[in-house]
């Protein structure tokens, strides 16, 4: 288990997908194998059980065979963050709480969906889950998929709460994301929740990325990462240009779909996409293949299974 105290969330952390069987059941062998790959390949973290986790669609008993059977790959190399976020309080507390005792470093918590709370019912959300549990929690703002904006003003006092210690800012507004490194303590952390504002970001002050592609190439999302923390711009401008063809293919269908095509494309566990989400229209499918095969990503997947 990573040492809590000293959650770092900076640098790339992989938001990643749950790989499942031909049959829908999970693949937890496959589970496994994609924790190596992320690890060897450099990156700072991992978040099972996110959106990209298709965390709505996994039970809560299948939740905690995947956090056991991450934190036990992982065995305190990297962070480990899981989502436990929902539209229900309570429940958010179970699940944070769950994350805790099954040896989670902390836990992403994403904006209640769907029920629209005010900005002040926000705070008390995650005021309530943070107070649950002793891990750190790092708040999920990303109003397409919940609906709601979580304001400046009300994440400067979410940070008042000690274990609260970094947002995802995935509201695709630049501007929020200055006024909120510009606003907030220099100690809290501000990471992108889209790849291709990752740069720009971290341009701006932002830590680094909750990433999708990852999944797929996460030595270049953490070089990069990398590059920019140290303040070489020309260097992380250059792979992100390299990424970027992938950055917009990965999102031509709602994520996980495409990167799970992705990853399948490369011979990589992922497997299916559960329902209501269902598999890539062929024209798209052929549009993503394309770019793998520009990047090499197919070629060095053909390569690495001739191995």
Do not use: W
């Amino acid at each position: 288990m990573g040492s809590k105290a000293n959650v770092r969330v900076e640098g790339a952390i992989t938001a990643m997908v749950t790989p499942f069987t031909e049959s829908g059941e999970l693949d937890i062998e496959g589970l496994k194998r994609n924790v190596e790959f992320q690890i060897a390949n450099g990156i700072s973290g991992l978040v099972p059980l996110g959106t990209t986790g298709e965390s709505p669609t996994v039970s809560d008993e299948e939740r905690e065979t995947v956090i056991k059977a991450v934190v036990a790959a992982a065995a305190g190399r990297v962070s480990v963050i899981i989502g436990t976020g929902t539209n229900s309080t309570e429940h958010s507390i179970e699940l944070s709480q769950q994350a805790e005792e099954l040896g989670a470093d902390a836990v992403l918590v994403v904006s209640p969906y769907y029920n629209k709370p005010t900005q002040e019912g926000l705070y008390r959300h995650f005021k309530a889950i943070a107070e649950a549990v002793s891990i750190p929690v790092i708040v999920y703002n990303i109003q397409g998929r919940t609906g709601v904006n979580i304001e400046t003003a009300t994440l400067a006092r979410m940070a008042q709460v000690p274990n609260i210690i970094a947002v995802k800012e995935a509201s695709g507004n630049l501007a929020q994301m200055m006024d909120v490194i510009d606003q907030l303590p220099k100690t809290f952390s501000v990471v992108s929740g889209d790849d291709n504002l990752t740069l720009p970001l971290m341009s701006l002050g932002g830590r680094g990325v909750i990433s999708v592609v990852s999944n797929l190439i996460p030595g270049k999302v953490s070089g990069m990462c990398a590059a920019a923390l140290k303040g070489d711009f020309a260097a992380a401008r250059r792979l992100h240009y390299e990424m970027l063809p992938l950055f917009k293919a990965a999102f031509i269908e709602t994520n996980p779909i495409p990167i799970k095509a992705a990853m399948n494309m490369a011979g990589m566990p992922a497997g299916p996409v559960r329902m209501p989400l269902c598999e890539m229209q062929p024209a798209n499918a052929d549009k993503l293949k394309a770019v793998l095969q520009k990047m090499g990503i197919l070629k060095a997947a053909a390569a690495t299974a001739t191995v």
